[in-house]
């Protein structure tokens, strides 16, 4: 079974930084691949990032365009919590945050923000942005 659990959110106001962490309890080698993704009130649950780390390939990391430049999506060396850096915040990126575990090939790098890839998901954690 595979267990995933967010944490780091917060409320910060416009131009400030949060990390968010994401801890996955997995059999070894069941999970490749790690997303972000987040839901605002009243709209659809959006991808934010991925990690994708298939052994013996290089990683690959992804990002929504309205995210890229201000989020960092990293992994510690034991590949068992990844994390996201969050600069320049803005008041539309106030949303709860999922953190959700797959393992895939690489075919699905370019369909990574897509969520039925995914079969762990977390229960989320709030990131309010105040202007």
């Known amino acids: 079974e595979v267990q995933v659990v967010e944490s780091g959110g917060g409320s910060v106001k416009a131009g400030g930084s949060l990390t968010l962490s994401c801890a996955v309890s997995a059999y070894p080698g069941s999970v490749n691949c790690m997303g972000w993704f987040r839901q605002a009130p009243g709209k659809q649950r959006e991808g934010v990032a991925s990690?994708?780390?298939?052994?013996?390939?290089?990683?690959?990391?992804a990002y929504s365009d309205s995210v890229k430049g201000r989020f960092t999506a990293s992994q510690d060396n034991s590949k068992n919590t990844v994390y996201l850096q969050m600069n320049n915040l803005k008041p539309e990126d106030t949303a709860m945050y999922y953190c959700a575990a797959a393992f895939v090939g690489p075919q699905y790098r370019l369909t990574w923000y897509k969520e039925g890839h995914y079969k762990a998901w977390g229960q989320g954690t709030q990131v309010t942005v105040s202007s």
């Open positions: 990690i994708h780390y298939p052994i013996g390939d290089n990683t690959y990391i």
